[in-house]
């Protein structure tokens, strides 16, 4: 019976420990993500006014946040980071799912003003931020990727497909910005073209999304 009892006491401890310790740590990773999503929150509220240099709306950015959220993807890249605004929102998705966002800017003011964004909306550790040439850049991507938002020069934007669809996992999404789709599907920097690329390639199941400044959303289903 003592020996039952000398057993028991280290079990209750340890038993009583984790009903003590589990909580706790839960509740402060709980803290944590609420501080950094009133920091996040705050810092894009507050830019409402200042989102000046082709950056995409708020409603884009919502919907990049959403998609990333909705299929747990961890390992992003941005082509075309400008000041920020789209890589806050894809960084802000990926804190939550615990990967890194790869985003591109060539113009070297735009790029330190992004660096100082990540900073201050608390997202720089899930940011690679690189300045370069895209062009260059992409295609020596190495290992794969599960999602993609093309902003940068819209001529390139058939080339970044070709370039990147190889690395993106069956299941990833291919997101690119400024399209449309159907009658005439007219537009800025060689869209219609890249759209009828985009739509020709039987491995993607593409939407687009006209909510905002047009984004077409492609799932890659297959090889
Ligand atoms: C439409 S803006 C991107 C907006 C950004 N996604 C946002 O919402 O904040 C396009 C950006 O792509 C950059 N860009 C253009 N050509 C590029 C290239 N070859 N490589 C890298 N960046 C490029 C431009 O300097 C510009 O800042």
Known sequence: MKIFVEQLIPILFLTASLVLIIPLSSAAVRTDTEDLDNKVKNFLDSHDWGWGNMNVPAVDGQTLHDIILKNNYTIALEIGTSTGHSGIW????????????????????????????????????????????????????????????????????????????????????????????????????????????LLSLPNLETTVDNRGSGLSISYKKSK
């Open 90 to 197: 894809i960084a802000w998705a990926i804190s939550k799912t615990g990967g890194k966002l790869i985003t591109i800017e060539i113009n070297e003011r735009r790029h330190r003003e992004a660096l100082e964004n990540f900073e201050a909306a608390g997202l720089s550790e899930y940011i690679d931020a690189r300045l370069g040439d895209a062009h260059t850049i992409v295609p020596a991507l190495e290992g794969s990727l599960d999602f993609v938002f093309s902003d940068a020069d819209k001529g390139w934007y058939k080339n970044y497909l070709i370039a990147v669809l190889p690395k993106l996992e069956v299941g990833g999404c291919y997101t690119t910005h400024n399209v449309s789709m159907g009658r005439g599907r007219r537009g800025r920097g060689g869209n219609r073209s890249y759209m009828d690329y």
